[in-house]
């Protein structure tokens, strides 16, 4: 098994070993050893299921590949799930270097092919870019920037704060490279979500009105901040309600995958979320999923039945810079990129048999294919809605046992891309 020795990205460089490391030659000769084990391992096939639930399965603890992404992490658990159709299917769950989990088919499952120098080789895939710190110089000029209150245009935020923010911000060190990374992020191939570390920044000036004008800042380096609820603030308070309904995002229970005002003909190109304290009995993870690739794992029948436009959702009333109430509409194809899904509906809307059971498909598959995560003080989640769907695990029991003010509290914000829907328009 790989030793935390290995799990260090070295050049292939720096080998001769550190001083009291194994040898090249000696964890050449116990990898192959491990392999020829694992090769054993897996032509078995599967394994049998414990009493709590989970598969022995022999690569628990050791790195593996997930053959369909090419991704590799260390392999925390095998579950077995029922589909709909009765059918019985193996998870994988996987952690990468950076500590995000996500899931894939226990059957796409393989010992990762051991390499002395890179053992944990960065995936190929977007997993690697989610979190983006921020260089220390750049914190230090921050904690210390004072940027003056923002001003509104309707529903969006002004042009003149825009500028004024990008002028105070690009004359901190690397805030531009930073920028630049970030709208990497959120809009390269394979991007479509980030969560920028402001926790050192927070901690230093504490989650007031200042540091609301940071995060706005930055926010404003990718789109346009804007406030679809005329009765909330910009930035809207998304606390603990115990007595709400548990799957709302306020609730206490599982939010199952969902794009935000997904019921409006112009949805938020950018839904974010900044993280002013996580649950804390811990409990709460955020989960992402990459649409697209989900709707990419689904049998031709139930794309065509998803492009329909067949499905509904919630209500609409007083909302301000996100179209009109769309209804019914299609899960795909709606010409705009978005693949206009919430989970939410699987039950809580009257859908027709066909289109809900490929509903469910495409929630399942989003569920497969998650990557889930917690929010740090600080944390400030951004994501494209066009391309990840969103969500959070339940909180930890016993919230009622937590004083109000103690309990999780993020704050939302959300972006409009096209300058030709904003201020202007
Ligand atoms: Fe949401």
Request: proline content about 7%; hydrophobic content about 40%.
């Amino acid at each position: 098994m790989p030793t935390p020795e290995h799990s260090r990205r070295t050049s292939p460089a720096s080998d001769p070993s550190p001083p009291g490391a194994p040898s090249r030659a000696l964890r050449m000769r116990a990898a192959s050893g491990w392999v020829r084990f694992m090769r054993r391992a897996e032509a078995v096939g599967s394994y049998p299921v414990g009493p709590d639930g989970y598969e022995r399965h022999p690569l628990v603890g050791a790195r593996v590949r997930d053959t369909a992404s090419g991704a590799e992490g260390e392999l925390t658990a095998v579950t077995r799930e029922l589909h709909g159709d009765g059918r019985e299917v193996r998870i994988a769950h996987i952690r990468g270097e950076n500590g995000v989990e996500w899931t894939a088919s226990a059957d796409n499952i393989q010992a990762a092919p051991f390499t002395a120098h890179v053992a944990w080789a960065a995936p190929s895939d977007r997993r690697a870019d989610l979190f983006i710190d921020i260089p220390s110089e750049l914190e230090a000029a921050l904690i210390d920037l004072p940027l003056p209150a923002w001003r509104m245009d309707g529903s969006f935020l002004a042009k003149s704060t825009t500028e004024e923010y990008r002028t105070e911000l690009t004359a901190t060190p690397r805030f531009e490279e930073t920028a630049a990374t970030l709208r990497h992020a959120l809009t390269g191939e394979g991007g479509g979500c980030a969560v920028l570390r402001l926790g050192n920044i927070a901690e230093a000036m504490g989650i007031g009105d200042r540091f609301l004008r940071l995060a706005t800042g930055f926010a404003a380096e990718v789109a346009v901040p804007f406030s679809p609820f005329p009765r909330w603030p910009l930035w809207k308070d998304i606390g603990v309600k115990i007595d709400k309904d548990p799957g709302k995002s306020s609730g206490i229970g599982y939010n199952a995958f969902h794009m935000d005002l997904v019921n409006a003909t112009l949805p938020p190109d950018y839904t974010t979320l900044l993280c002013v304290r996580p649950d804390p009995l811990g409990g709460g993870h955020s989960i992402l999923s990459d649409a697209h690739a989900a709707v990419a794992r689904l049998p031709e029948d139930s794309r065509s039945l998803l492009a329909e436009t067949a499905y509904h959702y919630g209500t609409f009333f007083d909302l301000h810079g996100v179209g009109e109430e769309y209804k019914p509409f299609p899960v795909l194809g709606g010409g705009d990129g978005f693949v206009r899904f919430t989970a939410k509906m699987l039950e809580r809307s009257e859908l027709g048999r066909a289109h809900a059971e490929a509903a469910r498909e495409l929630a399942e598959e989003l569920v497969r294919g998650q990557v889930s995560f917690m929010l740090k003080p600080g944390d400030y989640l951004i994501v494209a809605q066009r391309r990840f769907l969103h969500g959070r695990e339940a909180l930890a029991g016993g919230q009622h046992q937590v004083e109000p003010d103690r309990r999780r509290l993020l704050l939302q914000l959300f972006l409009r891309a096209s300058a030709s829907d904003g201020p202007t328009a």
